[in-house]
């Protein structure tokens, strides 16, 4: 027999908007039921040292941060289950999803946090290489690279400001990317072109991750042209991989609004999406921060927008 869960604050999702949601939403007593996927805790479990979360002098670590995240949800009473929802229906409240299991939860209010992840190249050296000199975050992971060499690939806005930004620490910074010209807005490859600490590798591509196995260190990078006809090999210390992000909502296409990459689009200053009830918080509908401590604020906002929701009576709330 399928038993239905029941909840006034459906949360999906445990990453750092999701746990911040459901610690709000547990201490204004709304009993939020969370579930979560096959990587509880999110995009910060596959990073390693996390010094910039606030309130932590010493270098932490993202698995741990999550954890405690974790145990401070339940402790106030979120209730957590593991669960690939694989259906929703957002057209009438309570809304309704369906798990892989054949759990069904529903939930007078719904928060999505369900993240993003990042996108990869692909190469088997890439991913012996994560969290030990390849990166998909120069915020997070820059500082660790001061008088180095690295490489971003990309050719977008992300790539050329991390880029950018990575001229604060690392001593020459290359910008590889796979055709003649960049995709950045103008103003970013003026900087760009202006700054010194930078080299352009037009024209091609990524095909293997090369270093050290004991330490696991990245020392340099083999290249091929795009043509196919040249190969180069470059000294880096580290890799920033900024070939854009993809948002985790396809579970919600043709229910909520989104932009034209996915990501959930939300009332500006709030968490609302389209459908009144239902929330958004978190990298699934911000393209432009991505960090744990936004993440964190914006699950914030979406137990509040949820609990003034249901203060207010529900639909009759929505502005
Ligand atoms: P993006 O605009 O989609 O650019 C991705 C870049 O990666 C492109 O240059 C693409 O090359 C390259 N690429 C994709 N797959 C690749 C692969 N397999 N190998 C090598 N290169 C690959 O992504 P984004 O830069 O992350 O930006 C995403 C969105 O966020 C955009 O709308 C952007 O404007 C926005 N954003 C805005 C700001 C800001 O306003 N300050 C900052 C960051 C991001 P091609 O050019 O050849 O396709």
Same mark, same amino acid.
């Given at each position: 027999?399928?038993? *239905?869960?029941?909840?006034? !604050? +459906?949360?999906? %999702?445990?990453? /750092?908007?999701?746990?911040?949601a459901a610690v709000y939403a547990s201490r204004a007593n709304l009993g939020p039921v969370l579930v979560h996927g096959?990587? /509880?805790?999110?995009?910060?479990?596959?990073?390693?040292?996390?010094?910039?979360?606030?309130?932590?002098?010493? !270098?932490i670590q993202g698995p741990w941060l999550m954890d405690q995240m974790r145990a401070q949800a339940e402790s106030v009473g979120t209730e957590m289950f593991s669960d690939i929802v694989e259906s929703v229906d957002l057209? *009438?409240?309570?809304?309704?999803?369906?798990?892989? =299991?054949?759990?069904?939860?529903e939930g007078e209010t719904l928060i999505i946090s369900t993240g993003a992840q990042a996108k990869w190249l692909g +190469?088997?050296?890439?991913? =012996?290489?994560?969290?030990? %000199?390849?990166? &998909?975050?120069?915020t997070c992971d820059g500082f660790f690279f001061k008088g180095k060499t690295v490489a971003v690939v990309g050719g977008g806005n992300t790539a050329v400001e991390e880029a950018l930004f990575l001229?604060?620490? #690392?001593?020459?910074?290359?910008l590889i990317h796979r055709r003649d010209k960049l995709r950045?807005? *103008?103003? +970013?490859?003026?900087?760009?072109?202006?700054?010194? &600490?930078?080299?352009i590798i037009w024209d091609h591509k990524v095909e293997e991750v090369v270093g050290h196995s004991n330490p696991r260190s990245v020392t340099g990078l083999?290249?091929?042209?795009?043509? %196919?006809? =040249?190969?180069?090999?470059? =000294?880096v210390d580290g890799l920033f991989v900024a070939i854009g992000h993809t948002p985790n909502t396809q579970l919600f296409e043709g229910q909520l609004d989104m932009d034209e990459e996915g990501y959930i689009v939300? #009332? /500006?200053?709030?968490?609302?999406?389209?459908? /009144?009830?239902?929330?958004?918080?978190?990298?699934v509908q911000d393209k432009i921060y991505r960090q744990a401590v936004t993440a964190a604020g914006s699950g914030c906002m979406a137990a509040l927008d949820a609990e003034k929701f249901l203060a207010d009576g529900g639909a009759s709330a929505v502005s």
């Amino acid at each position: 027999m399928v038993i *239905k869960k029941q909840s006034r !604050v +459906l949360i999906l %999702g445990s990453g /750092p908007a999701g746990l911040t949601a459901a610690v709000y939403a547990s201490r204004a007593n709304l009993g939020p039921v969370l579930v979560h996927g096959i990587q /509880p805790g999110g995009q910060m479990t596959i990073t390693t040292d996390v010094e910039n979360y606030p309130g932590f002098a010493e !270098v932490i670590q993202g698995p741990w941060l999550m954890d405690q995240m974790r145990a401070q949800a339940e402790s106030v009473g979120t209730e957590m289950f593991s669960d690939i929802v694989e259906s929703v229906d957002l057209s *009438k409240r309570p809304f309704v999803c369906v798990g892989d =299991s054949g759990q069904v939860f529903e939930g007078e209010t719904l928060i999505i946090s369900t993240g993003a992840q990042a996108k990869w190249l692909g +190469l088997e050296s890439e991913g =012996s290489y994560k969290g030990f %000199g390849v990166s &998909a975050c120069a915020t997070c992971d820059g500082f660790f690279f001061k008088g180095k060499t690295v490489a971003v690939v990309g050719g977008g806005n992300t790539a050329v400001e991390e880029a950018l930004f990575l001229t604060n620490f #690392a001593s020459k910074v290359w910008l590889i990317h796979r055709r003649d010209k960049l995709r950045a807005e *103008k103003l +970013l490859q003026d900087r760009l072109f202006a700054n010194k &600490a930078v080299e352009i590798i037009w024209d091609h591509k990524v095909e293997e991750v090369v270093g050290h196995s004991n330490p696991r260190s990245v020392t340099g990078l083999r290249l091929k042209s795009v043509s %196919g006809a =040249s190969r180069r090999d470059l =000294s880096v210390d580290g890799l920033f991989v900024a070939i854009g992000h993809t948002p985790n909502t396809q579970l919600f296409e043709g229910q909520l609004d989104m932009d034209e990459e996915g990501y959930i689009v939300t #009332a /500006p200053d709030t968490t609302k999406t389209n459908i /009144p009830g239902v929330f958004a918080a978190g990298d699934v509908q911000d393209k432009i921060y991505r960090q744990a401590v936004t993440a964190a604020g914006s699950g914030c906002m979406a137990a509040l927008d949820a609990e003034k929701f249901l203060a207010d009576g529900g639909a009759s709330a929505v502005s």
